[in-house]
Protein backbone atom coordinates (compact mmCIF):
# COMPACT_ATOMS: atom_id res chain seq x y z
CA UNK A 1 0.00 0.00 0.00
CA UNK A 2 1.61 3.63 -0.96
CA UNK A 3 1.99 6.07 1.43
CA UNK A 4 4.14 9.17 2.43
CA UNK A 5 4.68 11.71 4.79
CA UNK A 6 4.82 15.51 4.49
CA UNK A 7 6.21 17.31 7.70
CA UNK A 8 5.98 21.06 7.82
CA UNK A 9 7.52 23.02 10.97
CA UNK A 10 5.82 25.72 12.25
CA UNK A 11 6.91 28.93 14.34
CA UNK A 12 3.99 28.58 16.95
CA UNK A 13 2.89 26.55 19.72
CA UNK A 14 0.80 23.60 19.62
CA UNK A 15 -2.33 25.18 21.23
CA UNK A 16 -2.53 28.02 19.33
CA UNK A 17 -1.63 25.67 16.26
CA UNK A 18 -4.42 23.22 17.01
CA UNK A 19 -6.82 25.72 17.32
CA UNK A 20 -6.42 26.87 13.44
CA UNK A 21 -7.95 23.51 12.34
CA UNK A 22 -10.78 24.02 11.65
CA UNK A 23 -13.03 24.73 8.22
CA UNK A 24 -11.81 27.56 7.17
CA UNK A 25 -8.02 26.55 7.88
CA UNK A 26 -9.50 23.41 5.30
CA UNK A 27 -10.71 25.91 2.36
CA UNK A 28 -7.19 28.10 2.26
CA UNK A 29 -5.34 24.93 2.21
CA UNK A 30 -7.43 23.56 -0.77
CA UNK A 31 -5.47 23.99 -3.89
CA UNK A 32 -7.60 26.51 -6.55
CA UNK A 33 -7.45 24.10 -9.23
CA UNK A 34 -10.22 22.30 -9.24
CA UNK A 35 -12.32 24.37 -7.17
CA UNK A 36 -13.47 22.41 -3.77
CA UNK A 37 -16.07 23.23 -2.48
CA UNK A 38 -16.70 22.23 1.94
CA UNK A 39 -20.33 20.77 1.68
CA UNK A 40 -20.13 19.76 4.94
CA UNK A 41 -17.52 20.12 8.12
CA UNK A 42 -18.56 18.94 11.59
CA UNK A 43 -14.72 19.35 12.90
CA UNK A 44 -11.80 17.43 13.88
CA UNK A 45 -12.99 14.44 16.48
CA UNK A 46 -13.61 10.89 16.33
CA UNK A 47 -17.13 10.54 14.32
CA UNK A 48 -17.04 13.99 12.73
CA UNK A 49 -17.94 13.96 9.11
CA UNK A 50 -15.84 16.22 6.17
CA UNK A 51 -17.91 16.01 2.71
CA UNK A 52 -15.82 17.73 0.07
CA UNK A 53 -17.16 18.59 -3.57
CA UNK A 54 -14.76 18.75 -6.26
CA UNK A 55 -15.94 20.72 -9.15
CA UNK A 56 -14.36 19.68 -12.55
CA UNK A 57 -16.24 21.75 -15.44
CA UNK A 58 -19.54 20.40 -15.78
CA UNK A 59 -19.20 17.55 -13.20
CA UNK A 60 -18.16 17.06 -9.61
CA UNK A 61 -16.01 14.46 -8.14
CA UNK A 62 -17.23 13.62 -3.95
CA UNK A 63 -15.20 12.82 -1.22
CA UNK A 64 -16.25 11.81 2.24
CA UNK A 65 -14.14 11.12 5.28
CA UNK A 66 -14.73 10.54 8.63
CA UNK A 67 -12.75 11.25 11.28
CA UNK A 68 -11.78 7.74 12.73
CA UNK A 69 -9.99 8.85 16.14
CA UNK A 70 -8.50 11.88 17.57
CA UNK A 71 -5.58 12.41 20.31
CA UNK A 72 -4.93 14.90 22.85
CA UNK A 73 -1.67 15.51 25.14
CA UNK A 74 0.56 18.12 25.71
CA UNK A 75 3.27 16.94 23.38
CA UNK A 76 1.35 15.62 20.40
CA UNK A 77 -2.39 15.94 18.74
CA UNK A 78 -3.63 13.93 16.35
CA UNK A 79 -7.07 13.25 14.38
CA UNK A 80 -7.25 10.67 11.29
CA UNK A 81 -9.52 10.81 8.43
CA UNK A 82 -10.59 8.09 6.65
CA UNK A 83 -12.12 8.11 3.21
CA UNK A 84 -15.93 6.61 2.91
CA UNK A 85 -16.58 7.82 -0.50
CA UNK A 86 -13.06 8.52 -2.51
CA UNK A 87 -13.12 9.74 -6.17
CA UNK A 88 -10.11 8.83 -8.83
CA UNK A 89 -10.12 4.99 -8.26
CA UNK A 90 -9.08 5.34 -4.54
CA UNK A 91 -10.59 2.36 -2.69
CA UNK A 92 -8.43 3.41 0.67
CA UNK A 93 -7.57 7.21 2.67
CA UNK A 94 -6.25 7.17 5.65
CA UNK A 95 -4.87 10.54 6.57
CA UNK A 96 -3.39 10.92 9.71
CA UNK A 97 -3.17 14.84 10.82
CA UNK A 98 -0.40 14.98 13.71
CA UNK A 99 0.71 17.86 15.58
CA UNK A 100 3.65 17.45 17.32
CA UNK A 101 5.00 19.88 20.24
CA UNK A 102 8.66 21.01 19.43
CA UNK A 103 11.37 23.20 21.65
CA UNK A 104 10.95 26.65 21.67
CA UNK A 105 7.34 26.84 21.18
CA UNK A 106 7.23 25.36 17.56
CA UNK A 107 5.24 22.57 16.45
CA UNK A 108 5.91 20.04 13.39
CA UNK A 109 2.80 19.37 11.54
CA UNK A 110 2.57 15.86 9.69
CA UNK A 111 0.24 14.71 7.10
CA UNK A 112 0.72 10.98 6.36
CA UNK A 113 -0.96 9.12 4.00
CA UNK A 114 -1.59 5.93 2.97
CA UNK A 115 -4.09 4.79 0.05
CA UNK A 116 -4.92 2.12 -2.64
CA UNK A 117 -6.64 1.71 -5.56
CA UNK A 118 -7.50 -1.80 -6.98
CA UNK A 119 -4.34 -1.39 -9.67
CA UNK A 120 -0.61 -0.96 -8.72
CA UNK A 121 -0.23 0.60 -11.57
CA UNK A 122 -2.83 3.12 -10.05
CA UNK A 123 -1.15 3.69 -7.30
CA UNK A 124 2.42 4.56 -9.11
CA UNK A 125 -0.10 7.14 -11.31
CA UNK A 126 -1.57 8.78 -8.65
CA UNK A 127 1.30 8.88 -6.34
CA UNK A 128 2.80 12.41 -7.49
CA UNK A 129 -1.02 14.08 -7.94
CA UNK A 130 -1.47 12.83 -4.21
CA UNK A 131 1.86 14.14 -2.31
CA UNK A 132 1.40 16.90 -4.65
CA UNK A 133 -2.01 17.70 -2.92
CA UNK A 134 -0.59 17.38 0.51
CA UNK A 135 2.68 18.99 -0.58
CA UNK A 136 1.12 22.09 -1.53
CA UNK A 137 -0.09 22.88 2.02
CA UNK A 138 3.39 23.40 3.46
CA UNK A 139 3.87 27.42 2.44
CA UNK A 140 0.12 28.01 3.49
CA UNK A 141 0.64 26.04 7.04
CA UNK A 142 3.65 28.12 7.65
CA UNK A 143 1.60 31.41 6.61
CA UNK A 144 -1.82 30.61 8.14
CA UNK A 145 -0.22 29.16 11.00
CA UNK A 146 2.34 31.21 12.39
CA UNK A 147 1.72 33.36 15.24
CA UNK A 148 2.08 36.87 14.61
Given at each position: ?34 PVSINRFD ?12 KLGFFSLY ?57 KFLDILLY ?21
Amino acid sequence: MPSFRVQTPINSPIEYVWALFDKDLLSKLSPPFPPVSINRFDGCRKGDLVQLEIKLGFFSLYWDSEITEDFQSDDKIYFIDEGRRIPLGINYWKHEHILEKLPNNQTLVIDQISYSTSSKFLDILLYPLLWGMIAYRKPFYKSLLTLR
